[in-house]
């Protein structure tokens, strides 16, 4: 199988990092880049090959170089895969517009829509990337997991489906496999969506509810954001597939979410702002509540699920008093 020699991976965070290893170990030069906020990642790559600060434990490729420079890390590569939280991806992909060339495939990791505009991740990368192909990666990918070898599936969806492709010879081996879809709305929206679900999941861990509760709420889930993929142009089916039902049951259920353990939070007691605090990274369901309820309310859906979890994170209600009423009414 070839390979794309050189690669560009922006973010050094969890996935920014899992990434990074599943590529250096295909045999692909690696340049990793942290916003100049967060440069410890870099150091710590480069002197330990560990990325301590996410990754304590994982001994990293020595495929993988730790950059500073936006410009260098960008020089020259035939694929850029951007692995920064949804709220950030327009402003770097913005930066990163300047030194990308043109026909670059660039590749979004985080899914999700802009707050304000209602967007898509991969709609607001284009607007800077011009000429660029955009590649959506979403399915259960547990940071972890894929850094350490473990078998991980994701669906890749784009309206060009040679950029797939080129993107599937440089990053799929016997332990990760992409599966290509055009399907990007349907896509995005289940990426974006389970990270609010994955929250109420928290709160029944938190709680101390059972299996089956869980299981009852996962079906109202799938049923919420399968009807609004539709209603926005997507397909019901995807929902079905990894980046939905696949990636909720990744994302809910996983002892290390960060959204599993924001819902855990507030479940005893919190607020959210404490809830941040202590989960201590970003938790990109919270935004969602507000951006999924948006759009509920745009297509004239029922979502009774999404506004209940909206009520206890942004409202501050009482999640326990919330959720019974939600079952109540199941």
Known sequence: MSKIKKVSVLGAGNMGTAVAQVLALNGNEVFLWNHEGDIEPLRQIAEFHENKKYFSGIKLSENIKPERNLNEALKNVEAVFFCVPSGFMES????????????????????????KT?????????????????????????????????????????????????????????????????DVVGVEIGGAFKNVYAIVMGVCDGLGLPLNTKSAILTSALKEMA?????????????????????????????????????????SGMNKDEAFKKVGQTVEGVSACKVLRVLGRKHKIRMPLAEMIFAIVWDDKNAKTELEKFLEKF
Do not use: Q, W, Y
């Open 92 to 115: 770097v992909a913005k930066r990163a517009a300047e030194f990308v060339k043109k026909g670059t495939v660039c590749v979004d990791t985080s899914k999700g829509l802009n707050e």
């Open 118 to 182: 209602l967007s898509l991740v991969p709609n607001a990368m284009k607007k800077h990337l011009r000429g660029c192909p955009v590649v959506s990666l979403s399915g259960p990918s547990i940071a972890g997991d894929m850094a350490r070898g473990f078998f991980t599936a994701m669906d890749a969806a784009s309206d060009d489906l040679k950029a797939i492709e080129k993107i599937k010879k440089i990053i799929e081996n016997k332990n990760l496999r992409l599966k290509a879809t055009k």
């Open 227 to 267: 009807i609004l993929a539709k209603k926005a142009g997507g397909k019901e089916e995807t929902i079905f597939g990894l980046s939905g039902f696949g990636d909720l049951v990744g994302t809910g259920l996983a002892p290390l979410s960060r959204n599993r353990r924001f819902g855990e939070c507030l479940a």
